[in-house]
């Protein structure tokens, strides 16, 4: 009677191998399957190569012994038969012969067998090459289930990256929304701006608003680091730098005493995060500008085509917490223009890594000195985008211009009262 005979059940996960013995040999078939349960296999008998092809798709079997010459189907023909199949991929596939040949190992090899086995060798020798194939399955196996998990991993890591993503933007624009309005009014005084944020959420924000009825208010700061963390920390002083919250903490509107206040505020972290911090109060009676600054160099003036940058030598936030820090002092006329702008401009790198530098940073501003504030202020960012031969910066990049006296515009280089 044709047909195959099984001792495991279909569908079952088997904690032994199993081995597909496929020969229309009733005599061969019954002796081997004899031995090969010696070795603590579990095995299935297919007296054709139909039959066996069916067990060996039923059962995924570890090893499949095939007998080259049978009816219907030959044993190279099932071989062929496996190796299309992808369920099968993982079986090993031995052809047994009388004929051992040259031509006709080549042709078994051709046809997808991964070894051979002579009829005429010894016991030892069969359960040799038996067990170095179950050997090379369960190896296969093994790296059919590492390849299986490392694919859910991947479904599973971009799920959560997905849902990070998310997160990122929505604190992405929450940063965004802190900073300056584009529709409050300040006389005498053109404003314009532009940010650009890197991949990476950051911790750089500005601030110009409304201190009292006869002072302007900026600031420009810097929490180290990247992402969630030190965008939040940045909110934080965001916070601590609103006008409510200065008229309590500092009436005066100080710049010297708001930087010293800040540094106490905001220690040192035991990760060792801290802030640069500059900080300004412009008179708008009589264009006076007093400023302090805690490692932030992140000012200057240009007035037609000269630069003076606002800065001094001191410490960041939170390194020393008993610092005092003191306001400069600077006179403004009409039409010089006040630039306040993170280190992600001058530091934008270009292909082979130079930075831009402050000396580009200075010509971009002077040679659009001439055109709209809004103007200069955009082809600047494109002057250091185009050195860094890329859209996106590396870093967080913020620059914030006023120009006293001249033409109301806005950010992005759109006429707009500010």
Known sequence: MSGSHTTPSVGRSYDRPVILLADDDAMMRVGMAARLRKLGCDIIEADNGEAGLVAARAHRPNLVILDWMMPG????????????????????????????????????????????????????????????????????????????????????????????????????????????????????????????????????????????????????????????????????????????????????FDPGLIVTEANRFFPLSEDGDYFTLWVGRLD?????????????????????????????????????????????????????????????????PSANGELWGRTRLEVGVVTHRRRSLAECVSGTIAAARDWQEADRFPDDVALLGLEIGGTIATSEGESHAI
Request: aromatic share 8%; with cysteine.
């Open 284 to 348: 708008l009676a009589d264009w006076s500008l007093s400023f302090a600054t805690a490692g932030h160099s992140g000012a200057l003036v240009q007035r037609e085509g000269t630069c003076r940058w606002l800065v001094r030598e001191t410490f960041p936030v939170g390194f020393d917490g008993d610092a005092r820090f003191r306001s400069e002092h600077v006179s403004l006329q009409p039409l010089d223009r006040l630039f306040l702008f993170s280190d992600g401009l001058y530091e934008a």
């Open 73 to 252: 189907l030959d044993g190279p023909s099932v071989c062929e038969a496996i190796r299309a199949d992808p369920a099968l991929s993982t079986c090993q596939v031995v052809l047994m012969t009388a004929h051992d040949e040259p031509d006709q190992i080549a042709e078994g090899l051709a046809r997808g067998a991964d070894d051979f086995l002579s009829k005429a060798a010894s016991k030892q020798e069969i359960m040799a090459r038996v067990q170095a194939n179950l050997r090379a399955s369960a190896l296969v196996r093994e790296l059919e289930c590492t390849r299986d998990d490392l694919d859910r991993s991947n479904r599973q890591l971009s799920a959560k990256q997905q849902e990070l993503e998310c997160e990122l933007q929505s604190a992405a624009r929450f940063v965004s929304s802190l900073l300056p309005s584009t529709q409050a009014q300040i006389p005498g005084v053109t404003v314009a701006w532009a940010y650009h944020p890197s991949l990476a959420l950051g911790g750089d924000l500005f601030q110009v608003s409304r201190w009292g009825t006869h002072a302007l208010g900026l600031s420009i700061f810097d929490a180290s680091g990247h992402g969630v963390a030190a965008a939040f920390r940045a909110v934080a002083l965001s916070s601590f730098l609103r006008e409510d919250n200065l008229a309590k903490v500092c009436p005066s």
